[in-house]
């Protein structure tokens, strides 16, 4: 079962924000104390639209300090409304005082999953440069199924050791972050907004035969944030 070490609620969504925010803001100024970069996995879909929009009005945040990454993306064109990057730009990265080289996509336009499958996993090698492969800070969706990033229960194995990897569906073909890469981050976010979530938090919390993907989020540092 998913092992949170903290579980945040709140009635209103403004508050879960900045509750966030707050938790970021720290997060973020003990990095820049010891002069280092702070990486930063974004999610797609409908969830953080409000927290991407209150995020850009933090004024405590140094953004010059932020690399950006996307935990997943569908395979279409950068200028699709189903493309995660896409939405990122739309409601956050473009409205933020950032040079293009913090931003770290995932490509789909050479019409070879498993080519731009390899492109981003040596990305982030390079980013990281010899040292273990260990994001700052994930932030994760979480779907009504209990899915994660494009982790489903078909493709989603502690065995692969891979960190980047891909997913054919009837809708989309993926690309996505592994769970083993997903749990190796320094701290994870769970964000979950609506109330509709309720029932498959309930659900995770309490699975222990591993039935839903966001059960095998295992990190010491995996903070839930949910509207009750």
Known sequence: ??????????????????????????????????????SFVLTG????????????????????KVDFFIG??????????????????????????????????IKTENSSLKKDTLNYEKKIKKYFFKKKVSFDLMLLGLGKDGHIASLFKKNISLKNNKIVD???????????LTINCINKSQFIYLWAPGREKTIIIKKIIKDKSLKYPASYIRRRNTVLFHCY
Do not use: H
Not at 45 to 64: E, H, N, T
Not at 75 to 97: A, D, G, H, M, W
Not at 166 to 176: C, E, G, L
């Open 1 to 38: 079962m998913a092992k949170f070490s903290k579980i945040i609620t709140e009635k209103d969504e403004n508050l879960l924000i900045n509750k966030f925010i707050g938790k970021f803001e720290a997060q973020l100024a003990k990095k820049v104390k010891l002069s280092k970069r702070f």
């Open 166 to 176: 891909f997913v054919k569906k009837k809708d989309f073909s993926r690309i996505t």
């Open 72 to 105: 997943d993306e569908r395979y279409v064109q950068e200028n699709s409304k189903n493309s995660n990057i896409n939405l990122c730009r739309k409601y956050f990265l473009n409205k933020l005082k950032i040079s293009p080289k913090q931003i770290f996509k």
């Open 45 to 64: 879909g409908k969830s953080p639209k409000k927290l991407y929009k209150k995020l850009v009005k933090a004024k405590k945040i140094q953004w010059s």
